[in-house]
């Protein structure tokens, strides 16, 4: 059975920090890429970071870049969000995410290319 699983979510004041656990089931890590993605009421889902299973570079939203850093244990089939210097703005519930084909830079953070997603798990950030 396939399942994303996402978990490490809570409350946390502006410039703390947060990490995020991505648990996948159904499908070998290292074969397949993961993509993290937010989103609150009103708005759009918005891409926030990738790692791809046949390339050691990881993408980031412009948003979120130089503070999270993506990371993948294929060990533990498991990918993480490590969240720094977080903001308010950041405040979102945080999805894990397949893509059902190669992505490319256009496509990316394209909501429709992913096939598979978890349930989320809720980020405040407030003081």
């Known amino acids: 059975q396939v399942q994303f699983v996402e978990s490490g979510g809570g409350l946390v004041q502006p410039g703390g920090s947060l990490r995020l656990s991505c648990a996948v089931s159904?499908?070998?890590?290292?074969?397949?890429?993961i993509s993290w993605f937010r989103q609150t009421p009103g708005k759009e889902r918005e891409g926030v970071a990738s790692?791809?299973?046949?390339?050691?570079?990881?993408y980031y939203g412009d948003s979120v870049k130089g503070r999270f850093t993506i990371s993948r244990d294929n060990a533990k089939n498991t990918v993480y969000l490590q969240m720094d210097n977080l903001k308010p703005d950041d405040t979102a519930i945080y999805y894990c995410?397949?893509?059902?084909?190669?992505?490319?830079?256009?496509?990316?953070?394209?909501?429709?290319?992913?096939?598979?997603w978890g349930r989320g798990t809720q980020v405040t950030v407030s003081s």
């Open positions: 995410a397949r893509p059902f084909d190669r992505l490319t830079r256009s496509t990316m953070w394209d909501p429709d290319e992913y096939d598979y």
């Open positions: 159904g499908f070998t890590l290292a074969d397949i890429t």
């Open positions: 790692t791809l299973h046949f390339s050691t570079t990881t």
